[in-house]
């Protein structure tokens, strides 16, 4: 690589960083704020989801790992976990990458919400299912779909804002090429 | 796409690799748990400064909504407080004309002690003429309580008027700062008579005329006035007033002068009457022709 794409490559990387910090932190900060029903936007499943979406499973991969990593440490028992579960996330959703467009914007909802219900299930059984609790239907009606449908209504403007973001970096960095 | 080579690196050793790394972390995690805890702490401590941020900022801007909000459920109570007030400073003034009443009664008794070789009934004022000056007023006490015509009325510190017309339940008063009247006064030092009378115009300023004092009468600004011997209604040594601005008047060769009321005019709700009857001088004819009805 040379040393223009390396440059923008750190700084898409600080970029990330700084983007899973701030949204992990608003996510856990907020929620007293605007949460609704109980359910709180899932920031970092839109940000992964999101990254993957225009950038590849490379991306989406690494962002899901750290983020759920971030978690993990932070609140998992078992750090692993959650960074596996995002990882897949973030890889799965790379493979859209190959549809992407730059205009289109009701897709990245699709995924998030497909994302977002995948993150759910599978939490639901780690923490639930393993445990005896096979009420599903409960805590999908009372749990998930609440979640889901608050992370797709703000995943409208946070998929924006990341694609702006995205966007303007593109723009500069291919502005020779 | 960039020319260059690159060692391609295809999905699926990705993923491969990726999920191998956190197995590999969830065996740590799970057999070393207690070594983690020095990660958790510093990477906890790096992130809660900022988390506390977006809480004091969230916690400061949602005060202002709740603010915002509550303006108007303060709106709201704020009404019905005023309207709460306002009951209650009616219900104040009710109990001040109460404590009024109270003081007057506990003058009036005091008064009672001073004329007391009088009778006297007390009464109140239901009734009072458009102004603020009882003029005219009328009384709850009538011929049922043995009041007639006549009958002198006091209050507080002094004369107030006289019974003019007496009903069964109630009395018609005429104060002495009416126009109409005329009252026989005498200055309690110098037993120099004068004739008190009152006048519409001197009634916004709150006074009477005195006249015809004898011209070589010693009397000075602040003199009392009381009811004289030779007042043909008026029983006598009852106090009037204080006499002011004394001057000489040409045209009838006597003094005069303004009386201020010893009777706070403005505000008198309770009053005496004395129900002795001035005993009629035979040799002079009354100042004016009471009516006695009997009403039922």
Redesign the interface.
């Given at each position: 690589?040379n040393k223009r794409s390396k440059y923008f490559l750190l700084l898409r990387i600080l970029i990330y960083f700084v983007e899973v910090?701030?949204f992990?932190?608003?996510q856990?900060?907020?929620y007293?704020?605007f949460n609704l029903a109980g359910a709180m936007p899932n920031l970092l499943i839109i940000l992964v989801v999101s990254s993957a979406y225009m950038r590849g499973?490379?991306t989406g991969?690494t962002l899901g790992?750290f983020s759920g990593?971030?978690v993990?440490?932070?609140f998992g028992?078992?750090?692993?976990?959650y960074?596996?579960i995002m990882?897949l996330i973030g890889?799965l959703t790379?493979?859209a990458n190959r549809i992407y467009s730059k205009d289109d914007f009701t897709l990245p909802l699709v995924f998030t919400a497909v994302a977002d219900f995948l993150y759910q299930f599978l939490y639901y059984v780690f923490e639930f299912l393993l445990r005896g609790k096979l009420d599903f239907s409960y805590y999908f009606r009372k749990i998930i779909l609440p979640e889901i449908i608050y992370t797709v209504a703000a995943s409208i403007l946070v998929y924006k804002l990341l694609h702006m973001i995205n966007h303007a970096l593109d723009r500069n960095e291919f502005k020779e090429e | 796409m960039r020319r260059r080579e690159k060692i391609r690196l295809r999905p699926k050793h990705g993923l491969i690799i990726g999920l191998v790394v956190c197995l590999v972390l969830i065996l740590i995690s799970f057999r070393f748990n207690k070594y983690l805890y020095p990660v958790r702490n510093a990477v906890g401590s790096a992130i809660t400064p900022m988390q506390k941020g977006i809480n004091i900022i969230g916690t400061y801007i949602s005060d202002g909504l709740a603010t915002l909000k509550s303006i108007e459920e303060l709106a709201e109570e704020n009404k019905r407080l005023k309207e709460q007030v306002d009951i209650l400073s009616y219900e104040n003034k009710l109990l001040l004309q109460n404590k009024y009443e109270l003081d007057e009664l506990r003058e009036l008794y005091k008064l009672d002690q001073k004329y007391i070789d009088y009778p006297k009934v007390a009464a109140r004022i239901i009734d009072k003429d458009t102004n603020n000056w009882y003029n005219v007023f009328t009384i709850d006490k009538g011929t049922r309580d043995g009041l007639s015509a006549g009958m002198n009325v006091i209050a507080g510190d002094g004369l107030v008027g006289i019974i003019t017309e007496c009903y069964y339940n109630h009395s018609k008063v005429r104060a002495i700062i009416d126009d109409k009247s005329a009252v026989w006064g005498m200055f309690l030092k110098t037993s120099d008579t004068c004739v008190v009378q009152g006048d519409l115009k001197l009634m916004e300023e709150g006074k009477l005329r005195v006249e015809f004092i004898s011209k070589d009468a010693e009397v000075e600004e602040g003199y009392e006035i009381v009811t004289a011997h030779t007042s043909p209604n008026f029983l006598e040594g009852i106090l009037i007033g204080y006499v002011t601005g004394i001057e000489l008047d040409p045209s009838t060769m006597t003094k005069k002068g303004y009386l201020i009321p010893a009777v706070d005019f403005e505000r008198l709700s309770e009053v005496l009457i004395i129900t002795e009857l001035k005993e009629p001088l035979l040799t002079e004819p009354p100042e004016e022709v009471s009516e006695n009805e009997q009403e039922k």
């Open positions: 690589m910090i701030v992990y932190v608003l856990s900060s907020l007293r704020f499973w490379i991969m790992f990593l971030l993990d440490i932070l028992n078992i750090i692993g976990v960074a596996m990882m890889y790379g493979f | -």
